[in-house]
Every structure is written in structure tokens, then in C-alpha cells.
């Protein structure tokens, strides 16, 4: 017999997450689409973990940190702002790395 957790490394999983996780991004803010609803994702498991929840995104709002594994829905959810992501080499022209 399989458990989910025989499949937790493939492909279809994989799949699964990313259907989980959706846009969201370390450094990103998000919006649930209700108001105040605002949050930073500050780490992202993708799993698979011996306990439930398999996958988990760490968050921080207006009632501070935690960690939950809320499916993003397009319906509701929205990006307010990407992760800024800095070159490994910051172009010389452009001054030196930051």
C-alpha cells in the first residue's frame, strides 16, 4: 500500500506544491483580499515533512509571525510586491555590489 508520503518526492508532488505555494516567494508581500490582509513570506518548506502540514510558508502580519499552509487561490489572493533579487555580481558600471 502507498501513503502519500511514498509520493511526496515526485514529480506530481512537486506539481502540487507549486499549485500550493503559487506566486508567493521569500521577500514577497501578498494579499488574501480582505482587509488588512497583508502578509511577508519569510521562508517557504516545500516538504516533504514527517508531520503535518507536509509543505509550510512562514509568514509575518499584522499579528506577527507564523507558519501555515493555505493553498493560494487566484480568486482571493493577489502579489502586492516581488522578492528583490540581487545579482551574484553586481555589474561594475552600475557601481560596484550593493
Known amino acids: 500500500m502507498t501513503s ?25 508581500r501578498y494579499d ?13 518548506e516545500r516538504g516533504p515533512r514527517d508531520t ?7 509568514v509575518r502580519d499584522q499579528a506577527g509571525e507564523r507558519w501555515h499552509c493555505t493553498a493560494w487561490d487566484p480568486r ?3 502579489v502586492v510586491s ?7 555580481w553586481w555589474p561594475v558600471s552600475e557601481g560596484g555590489r550593493p
Do not use: N
Open 32 to 44: 488574501h483580499g480582505y482587509e488588512d490582509s497583508t502578509y511577508d513570506v519569510l521562508a517557504i
Open 52 to 58: 503535518w502540514p507536509i509543505w509550510r510558508i512562514q
Open 82 to 88: 516581488t522578492a528583490v533579487k540581487i545579482p551574484e
Open 4 to 28: 502519500r508520503w511514498d509520493t511526496a518526492s515526485t514529480p506530481e508532488y512537486e506539481r502540487w506544491v507549486d499549485e500550493q505555494i503559487g506566486p508567493r516567494q521569500v521577500g514577497g
Open 76 to 78: 482571493w489572493d493577489r
